[in-house]
C-alpha cells in the first residue's frame, strides 16, 4: 500500500536504505518508514534535495541521527546508481578530457574559487579533472583514501589559519577541502568500480567518524561542538529536577494562606520550593603522555564544567598534582588555558609518566579534609600506572569520604587491566566508572552526574 | 500552499526567508498534517518560523510557551471552580428560599450552546455533578483551544525542552490523534487540522515517543549570503555594502567561544541601530559603542572587544598618519 505512487522499485530499494540506517544504529521504526513514504510521495522525488530532506526530515530525529544519515544516504544512493550501472554495462566516454592541459597551479586556484564561492557541481567537475591529471602520471596507488590525500598533497590545498592571510586568492578553511575530498572520493571510487565492474565491499561506518576526536592534531572545533551541547545540557540541570512535584512538601503556611480565597477550605495545596542540588565537584585530570590524545578533550570537558558549576575544582595530575581552578576561572579562552596548564601547572618531575600512588598521596594531603557527602570526585585518566604501586588503599578512602566518585576512563573497556592498567583496583571504589571515548559515552556520564541515576549495567 | 517552492515563496512574502530543509518540511508538516519538531541555538529563528507559517497560511496562531512545572491545567484545560462553587452556592439558597429557577446555567437550557465535539459521550443529566461538568465551566487552554477551534489554526509549543517528562507523554495524545480526553466530559477531537510546531534549544534529550511523531528540521545560524538577505529584509535602507560587512563581523563573532553568540534577530538590531546611528561603516569607535546590542555577557564583551575590535580599522588613526 505505501509503495503507491512511487516509482515501481523505488520504495524496496527505500526499505534497504532503512535497513542499513538500523544497522549504523539510528532508531528507525516502523512508524519512521510509514511517514517517509507518504513524505516521498509528497515531494517530486525526482529532485534529489527534495527527496533528501524529506527522507532526513521524517527519519533522522537529532542532530546525529542526521550527520549518519547523510554518510549513508551518500554511500547508499551512489552505490546504488553504480550497481545499477554495472548491471546495464554502462560506461562514461573519456573521463579524462581537458585533464592534460591544466597545470597543478592552475587546479588549485580554480579549486580554491570554487570552494569559497560554494559551487559543488564545478567542484565536482574539478575533482574529475585532478583525478585524471594525476592518473596520467602514473600515481595512482588504487587505494581510494591514499590517493585522495596525495592529490590534495600535490595540489598544495591546505587549511589556514583565520589569521594568515596569503594574497593568493582566497582562503579555504578545512571544511572547504573536506568537501572537496568528498567529490574526490567519490569520483575515484566511480572510477573503480567502472574499471573493476564490481561494488566494493559494503562496510559499516568506521567508528572513528563517531568517536570524539582526540587527538590534538585532529578538529579543535569538532571537540568544542561536543563540549557546548554538554555546557547546554548542564545549564538546565538544577531546572529538570525543580520541575518534579512529587517529592515535594507541602508547605502548610502557604497553604493556609491560599485557602482564604476560598473561604478556609485549602483547596490548592503549595509547595516547599525546591532548591536545585548544587553539587560539589572535584575533578582530577591526568595530562600525561599516555593520555595525550585524550587530555586536550578532557580539559575541554573540564573547561566547560566550568562554566556551569560555580563550585568546581580541577586539579591536573602527572607525577604530582596541582590545582588549576585558578586558570579555568580567569581564562576565557581554550587554547590559553591548555597553554597555561602546561606551562604553569608543573605537574611532571622527572620522567614525565604517571604516578598514581603518589597523586593520591598529595590529593588527600591537600584536599582530604574538605571532603564531606555533597562532594563529588570525577577522575579522568586511564589508570596506567606504568608499573608503579597504584595505593588503592588511598584512593579508596578518598571515595569513602566523597559522596559520589567517577572515573573516566578514555580507553575502550576491553583494555581495562591489560598490561599496566590497574583499572579494576580503583574501579571497587567508585560509584561508577565509564568508558568515555566518543559523545554518547561523555552523554551518558552528564546524565548521570545531572539526574544522581547510575547507568543499567550493561 | 501546493508544492515546496511555493511554499519557500509564500513564507518569503510572510517576511521569513527559509533555506531549502526549512520550507521543504513546511510544506510536509501541512500535507501530512504531522507535527514538526524544530531545533536549533537560540535565536536563529524557530519560533519566527512558526509565526511565518501563520502569516502564510492566513491561520490564526495559537502559542503555548512552555516552563518549568507547567502542567495540564495550563496547557490542556482546567474545571472553573470558583464558579462551580458560586452556582453550588446559590443554587443551595435558591432551593433553601423554595426559589423557582435555579441561577446556573444549567444545561437544560443551553440549547444553542455547541456540544464540545463529535466524540462526545453524553451523561444522563443526574445530580449535581452533571450540571456543574459542563462547557460552561471549562476554562480552554491553548492545546484545547487549538483543537477545539472551529477555524484552522497553526499551534506553537515554544521551547518544549523546558518542561518535564511527563508532560511530554500528555502531549503525545494531542500530537497524534488531535483529541483530548476529558474524564467528566468524553473525547474532544478537533475538526480541523492544526499545523503543530515544536520548537526547542535542545538544553535536554526530549523522548523517542514524542520525536517518533514528529519531523524533524534542525536550524543552524544562516550562510553569510542567507543572513545579508535577512538583515536587508528587515532594514531595507541600509547600505549593500554595511550590510556585507556587517554579517561578516557577526559571523567572525559566532566563531568566537562565547557565552551567547549573537543571533539573528541581534543582527537585525545591529543593524537598525547603525541606521539610526547614521554610521557608514563598521570601524571601531562605532564597533565598540554598539557592541551592546550584538553582545550581552560581561565576560563576552571582553572577549568580542579583544579579538573582533582589534581587527576593524580605527579611522582617527589612520587620518594621523
Redesign the interface.
Given at each position: 500500500m505505501s509503495g503507491e505512487g512511487l516509482p515501481p522499485g523505488l520504495a524496496p530499494r527505500l526499505v534497504a536504505f532503512f535497513e542499513e540506517l538500523r544497522a549504523e544504529d539510528v532508531?528507525v521504526?516502523t512508524?519512521?518508514i510509514l511517514?517517509a513514504f507518504?513524505?516521498v510521495r509528497?515531494?517530486?522525488w525526482t529532485?534529489p534535495?527534495?527527496f533528501r530532506?524529506?527522507l532526513?526530515?521524517?527519519v533522522?530525529?537529532?542532530?546525529d541521527d542526521?550527520r549518519i544519515f547523510d554518510l549513508v544516504f551518500d554511500r547508499y544512493f551512489f552505490r546504488a546508481a553504480e550497481a545499477e550501472a554495472v548491471d546495464r554495462e554502462l560506461r562514461e566516454g573519456d573521463r579524462s578530457a581537458g585533464g592534460e592541459r591544466l597545470d597543478p597551479e592552475q587546479l588549485r586556484d580554480a579549486i580554491r574559487e570554487a570552494i569559497a564561492a560554494?559551487r559543488e557541481s564545478e567542484l565536482r567537475d574539478l575533482a574529475r579533472l585532478a583525478i585524471a591529471a594525476f592518473g596520467r602520471r602514473g600515481q595512482g596507488s588504487g587505494v581510494v583514501g591514499v590517493d585522495v590525500q596525495r592529490i590534495r598533497r600535490t595540489l598544495g590545498l591546505q587549511p589556514q589559519a583565520?589569521g594568515d592571510q596569503r594574497d593568493d586568492g582566497p582562503p579555504i578553511d578545512r571544511e572547504g577541502i573536506n568537501r572537496f575530498e568528498r567529490h574526490l572520493r567519490r569520483e575515484l571510487e566511480r572510477g573503480l568500480i567502472e574499471r573493476t565492474e564490481k561494488l566494493p565491499p559494503s562496510r559499516p561506518l568506521a567508528e572513528l567518524d563517531r568517536t570524539l576526536p582526540t587527538s590534538p592534531t585532529q578538529d579543535l572545533a569538532a571537540v568544542?561542538r561536543a563540549v557546548a551541547?554538554l555546557k547546554?545540557?548542564l545549564?538546565?540541570l538544577g531546572?529538570?529536577q525543580?520541575?518534579?512535584?512529587r517529592n515535594s512538601v507541602v508547605d502548610v503556611r502557604k497553604t493556609m494562606r491560599a485557602s482564604l480565597e476560598?473561604g478556609g477550605v485549602p483547596?490548592y495545596l503549595r509547595y516547599r520550593a525546591k532548591r536545585p542540588r548544587r553539587p560539589e565537584i572535584i575533578v582530577l585530570c591526568d595530562v600525561s603522555t599516555s593520555v595525550t590524545s585524550a587530555s586536550v578533550f578532557f580539559l575541554s570537558v573540564l573547561h566547560a564544567l566550568h562554566?556551569s558549576f560555580r563550585k568546581l575544582r580541577s586539579f591536573v595530575f602527572i607525577e604530582r598534582i596541582s590545582e588549576v581552578t585558578e586558570i579555568f576561572e580567569r581564562e576565557?579562552?581554550?587554547r590559553q588555558i591548555s597553554q597555561r596548564v602546561s606551562r604553569e601547572g608543573g605537574v611532571a618531575d622527572i620522567s614525565g609518566y604517571t604516578d598514581y600512588g603518589r597523586v593520591w598521596r598529595e590529593f588527600a594531603e591537600e584536599v582530604g579534609d574538605e571532603l564531606h557527602p555533597r562532594s563529588t570526585v570525577i577522575v579522568l585518566g586511564d589508570a596506567r600506572t606504568n608499573g608503579r604501586e597504584p595505593h588503592a588503599e588511598i584512593f579508596g578512602q578518598i571515595a569513602a569520604r566523597s559522596g559520589r566518585t567517577f572515573w573516566l576512563n578514555p580507553e575502550p573497556k576491553l583494555y581495562w587491566n591489560y598490561g599496566d592498567s590497574v583499572m579494576s583496583a580503583y574501579e571497587r571504589h567508585c560509584t561508577a566508572a565509564f568508558e568515555c571515548w566518543t559523545t554518547r559515552h561523555l552523554?551518558d556520564f552528564v546524565n548521570v552526574v545531572a539526574g544522581g541515576r547510575l547507568p543499567e549495567p550493561t | 500552499m501546493e508544492?515546496?517552492a511555493e511554499t519557500k515563496r509564500a513564507l518569503e512574502s510572510a517576511g521569513y526567508l527559509a533555506d531549502?530543509?526549512a520550507a521543504?518540511?513546511a510544506?510536509?508538516a501541512q500535507?501530512?498534517g504531522?507535527p514538526v519538531?524544530v531545533?536549533g541555538p537560540a535565536g536563529v529563528g524557530k519560533t519566527e518560523l512558526a509565526k511565518a507559517i501563520s502569516r502564510a497560511t492566513g491561520r490564526e496562531l495559537i502559542r503555548l510557551q512552555c516552563y518549568?512545572?507547567l502542567d495540564e491545567a495550563k496547557a490542556l484545560y482546567e474545571w472553573n471552580?470558583?464558579k462551580q462553587?458560586l452556582s453550588i452556592q446559590a443554587r443551595a439558597a435558591t432551593e433553601a428560599s423554595g426559589g423557582a429557577d435555579p441561577v446556573g446555567p444549567g444545561r437544560e437550557a443551553g440549547s444553542g450552546a455547541d456540544p464540545v465535539g463529535p466524540g462526545r459521550e453524553a451523561e444522563e443529566p443526574t445530580g449535581i455533578g452533571s450540571q456543574i461538568f459542563t462547557e460552561d465551566f471549562l476554562l480552554t487552554r491553548p492545546l484545547m483551544q487549538a483543537i477545539a477551534s472551529t477555524e484552522p489554526v497553526v499551534l506553537l509549543i515554544d521551547e518544549i525542552?523546558?518542561?518535564?517528562q511527563e508532560f511530554e507523554a500528555m502531549l503525545l495524545e494531542v500530537l497524534s490523534d488531535f483529541q483530548i480526553s476529558i474524564p467528566e466530559l468524553g473525547v474532544i477531537e478537533s475538526r480541523t487540522h492544526p499545523i503543530v510546531v515544536l520548537t526547542s534549544?535542545?538544553?535536554?534529550?526530549l523522548t523517542?515517543a514524542l520525536?517518533?511523531?514528529?519531523?524533524?528540521?534542525?536550524l543552524d545560524y544562516p550562510?553569510i549570503e542567507r543572513e545579508m538577505e535577512i538583515v536587508r529584509l528587515h532594514a531595507p535602507e541600509l547600505d549593500a555594502a554595511l550590510a556585507r560587512r556587517l554579517v561578516e563581523v557577526i559571523q567572525m563573532i559566532r566563531?568566537l567561544?562565547l557565552?551567547k553568540p549573537p543571533s539573528i534577530a541581534e543582527s537585525v538590531d545591529w543593524a537598525r541601530a547603525l541606521l539610526l546611528l547614521g554610521a557608514e561603516d563598521i570601524d571601531r569607535s562605532v564597533f565598540e559603542q554598539t557592541m551592546s546590542i550584538i553582545v550581552k555577557h560581561r565576560?563576552d564583551i571582553?572577549?568580542v572587544a579583544e579579538r573582533v575590535g582589534v581587527k576593524l580599522g580605527a579611522p582617527e588613526e589612520i587620518e594621523a598618519r
Open positions: 532508531a521504526g512508524s519512521e511517514d507518504e513524505a509528497a515531494v517530486p529532485e534535495a527534495d530532506e524529506a532526513g526530515a521524517t533522522a530525529k537529532s542532530q542526521r560554494g583565520p568544542h551541547q547546554r545540557r545549564a538546565t531546572h529538570e525543580r520541575g518534579r512535584r476560598t483547596m562554566d576565557r579562552d581554550f552523554e | 508544492s515546496v531549502e530543509p521543504l518540511v510544506y510536509l500535507t501530512l504531522k519538531l531545533e518549568e512545572g471552580y470558583r462553587l525542552d523546558k518542561t518535564d534549544n535542545n538544553s535536554r534529550e523517542e520525536k517518533r511523531r514528529c519531523l524533524y528540521l534542525w550562510e566563531q567561544d557565552k565576560t571582553d572577549l
